[in-house]
């Protein structure tokens, strides 16, 4: 049994692969750019659903694989707000789109990632994502996260405030410089996202032969207004990772029981 669970969470991730690598790049091209040339004003609407679609097949293929979902609660991605979620996985990112309604949030990525790959460059363009370059200047990635939130935020934007992935699930100190520049203009609605399980795909052998190990819980919890006074941000940011940690403890003890 545990080679037939290994050789289906294979087949899984080879599938998506081929999505990513085949069948996003072909119905980029083939029909998403066509029809934005023709309706160049629905570009925006046009490929939000092209990456919600993508995000979406990715999760029914890691189910598919193995591995279990359950999302709690839902964040409306089309309204302002900053949402912050713990950091466990590069999977973490598609089972988003069950709860951030009806499109993925804008996110910050590395700069390297927004030309040269095909997909994913176009992704990060219709979505809005963040470009940021930390190894090159920390400064940098946060006057971007700054120049985001003085332009307006349009739409949901999502930060892992960790700033790297958790080896054993547990929260990590977070780094608070990109959450002040984002909300130091103006108090905006933060919710917190708490995710456990996916940390089990440490490596990747794991990725792609133990998706049935992975049991992935994402709660909702929110909303809170961040504070009008700027120098009250830090004590704010704090009592978001508490809760974050508080409900990862939750979710955990659920699960033991």
């Known amino acids: 049994m545990a080679i037939l669970r290994a050789l289906r969470s294979l087949l899984a991730m080879s599938l998506a692969l081929l999505v990513l690598g085949v069948v996003a790049p072909l ?10 040339l023709l309706r160049p004003s629905e570009e925006n609407r046009i490929g939000v659903g092209w990456v919600t679609i993508l995000a979406r097949l990715l999760v029914s293929l890691m189910r598919w694989g ?22 466990q996985s590069v999977l973490d990112i598609p089972p988003v789109i069950h709860i951030m309604k009806q499109r993925l949030p804008r996110f910050v990525v590395r700069s390297k990632y927004t030309r040269g ?3 994913v460059s176009r992704a990060i363009r219709f979505i809005g994502c963040i470009p940021v370059d930390p190894k090159r200047e920390r400064t940098a990635a946060v006057l971007a996260l700054r120049n985001a939130a003085r332009e307006g935020l349009k739409n949901a934007v999502l930060v892992y405030p960790e700033g790297h992935r958790s080896r054993d699930g547990e929260v990590l100190p977070f780094r608070p410089a990109g959450l002040v520049a984002l909300l130091g203009e103006k108090p905006l609605p ?6 456990d399980g996916l940390w089990r795909l440490t490596t990747l052998g794991d990725t792609f032969f133990a998706l049935g190990t992975v049991r ?4 909702v919890v929110g909303p809170v207004m961040s504070p009008e006074n700027p120098d009250d941000l830090p004590a704010f940011i704090e009592e978001r990772r508490q809760t974050m940690i508080n409900e990862l403890a939750k979710l955990r003890a659920e699960a033991a029981n």
């Open 27 to 36: 119905s980029l091209y083939l029909i998403v750019l066509p029809w934005i």
């Open 66 to 87: 193995g591995a279990r979902f359950e999302f709690e609660g839902e964040i409306d991605s089309n309204t302002p707000c900053v949402v912050i979620m713990n950091h």
């Open 117 to 119: 790959v095909p997909t």
């Open 190 to 195: 933060v919710w917190t996202i708490v995710s």
């Open 216 to 219: 992935c819980r994402m709660r």
